[in-house]
């Protein structure tokens, strides 16, 4: 029996992981000021996604 493996979603898995790194920092306080929450939301996705095409293209998908 062999087992089929799915290719990981960096894009999903990397997005899931900055927001719960940041729901984190936002309950403990460490993040109160809202511009720098954004500007971390907005530089953790461009990372992610940069990631994902990076990852689609070393695949070559």
Do not use: E, N, Y
């Amino acid at each position: 029996m062999k087992t089929r493996l799915h290719r990981t979603d960096w894009m999903a898995l990397l997005s899931g992981v900055l927001f719960v790194v940041l729901g984190i920092l936002i309950v403990t306080r460490a993040i109160t000021d809202p511009l720098v929450l954004i500007g971390v939301l907005v530089l953790g996705l461009a990372f992610a996604g940069l990631v994902a095409i990076i990852a689609r293209v070393v695949r070559g998908k």
